[in-house]
């Protein structure tokens, strides 16, 4: 039996783990490469630095993102505590100043008396009894290399691709405007509309853009989630208009119409300075991409302060690997979080690592670990990654469907979404009753401002 447990990666998973660790009073070793190891795509030497997007998604209980986003709350977490303390304007969902985020939650971690954080590399995986492994989709490739002999098979891999942010001074608002859609959260998107005519030069320009080369590129796949705005507009002109571009529940001011089609900016930092596209991830070169975005209207002189690009994601096939748990079927007291685990989505990764938190808690006091109820999304995600089929997997985000359904049937999709999260928190809720001082957080830690 241990009191100690090792974490590494210091990213929202392993962060997380860290937290629930440390609010047990387990003691952790947690390990960050960065900054002594960089990587392709962050920019900073801080804990849970967001990369691709600084939106958590939606927050209302009917909507997956936001029943998994209420679990984790009553579950105290670390992650959901700092978003909601450095939230930008997002309509009904959950976005983050993601510099003064990944810098507050650094604070709150190097500040919690049970955790020591070394800044290394771990080239393999560690021996230590109870060991969480949470390095994300940008592994190096030597711990990589050893978690791929560990399961006994070569990773699944996808690539995954970032948007680009630009100035918000930049954008021309006599054309762009601000609404959500519906007129849902208040003015909180940058619109910029598009007639029929400039949505069909702007995408012969985009499919006719050269990309990134790279054979590795031609070799992996891409997750449906997050499809970058080229291999989207590959698949028919009309796919733009009803995905990152869709027009509906907005209004132009200066026509009193819907337009054609419609890009959307989210504000990304508290001092509103930025604006990142919504849903234009890409991996067009650097000189396309000025070329091609500033062809959308309001766009046209935007000064970019981040650039496109594309990273690879790694990811073990999760059920031929993995307990409901994320303890791993070879070795009691190993888990995976994180992407390396098989979820996707920022929420997803902070919520395996809160769940393999919880079980190295009880590994290290010589407890077999618990799974969650099935009705809870928690649950239903440990569920996934465990019992998903080995053949074709792919990560998830959260879902509805990945819950058990109701006894009885509702129509009313709103109305059937609602039930299955009053039945999953009730669900949630009777577990931390049982469960006690387990589920329960320990006292308060010092607070921390993480500016410092």
């Not at 990773?155 to 100035?167: C, G, I, K, N, R």
């Not at 009753?433 to 401002?449: D, F, N, V, Y």
Request: proline share 6%.
């Amino acid at each position: 039996m241990t009191a100690r447990v090792t974490v590494v990666g210091g990213g929202l998973a392993g962060c997380e783990a860290a937290w629930q660790l440390a609010r047990r009073g387990v003691e952790v070793d947690l390990h960050e490469m960065r900054p002594v190891r960089t990587t392709p795509v962050h920019q900073s030497g801080d804990l849970a630095e967001l990369v691709c997007s600084n939106s958590l998604r939606g927050n209302a209980l009917d909507q997956a993102a936001g029943l998994l986003k209420e679990e984790m709350r009553r579950m105290d977490s670390l992650v959901l505590r700092i978003a909601e303390e450095v939230r930008v304007p997002a309509g009904s969902a959950l976005a983050v100043d993601r510099g003064l985020f990944a810098r507050r939650i650094t604070g709150m971690v190097e500040e919690l008396p049970q955790v020591r954080l070394h800044r290394q590399e771990i080239p393999r995986i560690p021996e230590d009894p109870v060991t969480i492994v949470a390095t994300g989709p940008l592994t190096s490739d030597l711990l990589a290399a050893d978690i791929a002999a560990f399961v006994g098979q070569a990773h699944l891999y996808f690539f995954d691709a970032v948007s680009p942010v630009v100035e918000a001074d930049s954008i021309d608002y006599d054309r762009a405007f601000r609404a959500s859609r519906y007129g849902k959260g208040g003015d909180d998107y940058v619109n910029c509309p598009m007639t029929d005519e400039e949505y069909r030069a702007f995408y012969e320009a985009l499919v006719s853009a050269e990309c990134t080369s790279g054979h590795d590129f031609e070799k992996g796949f891409f997750f449906e989630g997050c499809l970058p705005i080229e291999v989207i507009a590959a698949r028919g002109e009309e796919t733009l208009r009803f995905g990152p571009m869709k027009p509906v529940g907005l209004t132009e001011p200066h026509t009193g119409r819907r337009p054609h089609a419609v890009v959307q900016l989210r504000q990304d930092d508290l001092a509103a300075s930025h604006y990142s596209l919504v849903g234009f991830q890409t991996h067009l070169k650097w000189g396309e991409q000025k070329r091609v975005l500033r062809m959308i209207p309001g766009l046209e002189d935007a000064a970019f302060v981040r650039y496109g690009m594309i990273h690879r994601n790694t990811y073990v096939n999760a059920p031929e690997v993995l307990e409901p748990t994320f303890e791993t079927r070879l070795r009691p007291g190993l888990f995976f979080a994180g992407q390396m685990s098989g979820v996707e989505g920022y929420v997803e990764s902070a919520a395996s690592g809160l769940l393999a938190g919880l079980g190295a808690a009880r590994r290290a006091r010589g407890k077999a670990p618990l799974a969650l109820p099935e009705e809870t999304a928690l649950g239903a995600l440990g569920r996934y990654i465990a019992g998903g089929d080995p053949k074709s997997y792919q990560p998830t985000n959260i879902a509805f469907g990945l819950l058990p359904p109701l006894p009885h049937r509702i129509r009313d999709k709103r109305r059937r979404r609602l039930a299955l999260a009053h039945r999953a928190l009730e669900a949630l809720e009777g577990v931390r009753a049982r469960s006690g001082a387990e589920t329960h957080p320990a006292p308060e830690p010092a607070a921390s401002t993480g500016e410092g």
